[in-house]
Nanobody
Framework: VQLQASGGGLVQAGGSLRLSCAASGGTFSSYTMGWVRQAPGTERELVARVSWNGAITLYADSVKGRFTISRDNAKNTASLQMNSLKPEDTAIYYC????????????????WGQGTLVTVSS
């Protein structure tokens, strides 16, 4: 499956952004979808994931209560709504997909989009 992320940009602290991920070339509903971010000099962080049918969502503690992940299997898209953004949310955000359970580890994600840059100014 091919993934294309979009929606990044520059926003002030406290603001909101919505990232989108468009999938093609596979059976989208077969995949758990995740959003992964990486800031310069840091390790990748799996910030949010959603099960194949949208019934289960999981979040990193760093974004819990501020970010919401969703998916639309009819449109082959996944989204990440980011509210109350903080400067420490600044990173490149990638959408990623893995077949099977939502409980797969980050290292098991098979397919990656190209990334979209989110910059939060203080």
């Amino acid at each position: 499956v091919q993934l294309q992320a979009s929606g990044g940009g520059l926003v002030q602290a406290g603001g909101s952004l919505r990232l989108s991920c468009a999938a093609s070339g596979g059976t989208f509903s077969s995949y758990t979808m995740g959003w992964v971010r990486q800031a310069p000099g840091t390790e990748r962080e799996l910030v949010a994931r959603v099960s194949w049918n949208g019934a289960i969502t999981l979040y990193a503690d760093s974004v819990k209560g501020r970010f919401t992940i969703s998916r639309d299997n009819a449109k082959n898209t996944a989204s990440l709504q980011m509210n109350s953004l903080k400067p420490e949310d600044t990173a490149i955000y990638y959408c990623a997909a893995v077949r099977g359970t939502i409980y797969r580890r980050l290292s098991e994600y098979e397919y990656w989009g190209q990334g979209t840059l989110v910059t939060v100014s203080s």
